[in-house]
């Protein structure tokens, strides 16, 4: 069964960084897209993050652009989100789901993590 | 960017209730949405993909409809364990765009 487990949550101060992982298992790695997805304390849904199954194309949403970074490792079969010069309003649990293909182009996400907690405050 | 509007935000009905849920795109989407589940403190569970196709594993009460910019959810017969927020996603063209959900309670 497809496993996907997210890490590297906690608590940073505004303006400060933090890396998440997703340690991939039970599907070969390399052959999937990824997707960041995340979800503010009490609040729907938001796309924030993708990247190929190769990692040689990345997306990002308006709100991140500039300030994430998305990877991958297929050696270690780990997703990561860097996330840079955090906001209060980046606060939310941070989901790693797995589309249906390499490619980032109309993937479905059929996997998602349990998610990570980040909580940005002074 | 694709904005995804879900009505209503949220509903009550009763334990064996047909319940649908609209999902409107601001623009043309063929048929690149999908429907979720989430149960509280739970990540999201994928249902449905390509507007109306059952992921594996996911009871035939649930079902969807639609194309280009208006979608439907319905759950047949409301059971206690699908009270839950549904939401949906485009899928067709980046930024992916999620509606705002509906919380389905119990009346």
């Known amino acids: 069964e497809v496993q996907l487990l997210e890490s590297g949550g906690g608590l940073v101060q505004p303006g400060g960084s933090l890396r998440l992982s997703c340690a991939a298992s039970?599907?070969?790695?390399?052959?999937?897209?990824m997707n960041w997805v995340r979800q503010a304390p009490g609040k729907g849904l938001e796309w924030v993050s993708g990247?190929?199954?190769?990692?040689?194309?990345?997306y990002y949403a308006d709100s991140v652009k500039g300030r994430f970074a998305i990877s991958r490792d297929n050696s270690k079969n780990t997703l990561y989100l860097q996330m840079n010069s955090l906001r209060a309003e980046d606060t939310a649990v941070y989901y790693c789901a797995r589309s249906d293909r390499a490619s980032m182009v109309r993937g479905v996400t059929g996997y998602w993590g349990q998610g990570a907690l980040v909580t940005v405050t002074s | 960017d694709i904005q995804m509007t879900q009505s209503p935000s949220s509903l009550s009905a009763s334990v064996g209730d047909r319940v649908t849920i609209t999902c409107r795109a601001s623009?043309?989407?063929?048929?690149?949405l999908a429907w979720f589940q989430q149960k509280p403190g739970k990540a999201p569970k994928s249902l449905i993909y390509a507007a109306s196709n059952l992921q594996s594993g996911v009871p035939s009460k649930f079902s969807g409809s639609g194309s280009g910019r208006d979608f439907t959810l319905t759950i047949s017969s409301l059971q206690p364990e699908d009270f839950a927020t549904y939401y949906c996603?485009?899928?067709?063209?980046?930024?992916?765009?999620f509606g705002g959900g509906t919380k389905v309670e119990i009346k």
């Open positions: 996603q485009q899928y067709d063209s980046y930024p992916w765009s």
């Open positions: 623009q043309g989407i063929s048929n690149y």
């Open positions: 039970e599907f070969t790695f390399s052959s999937y897209a």
């Open positions: 990247i190929s199954g190769s990692g040689g194309s990345t």
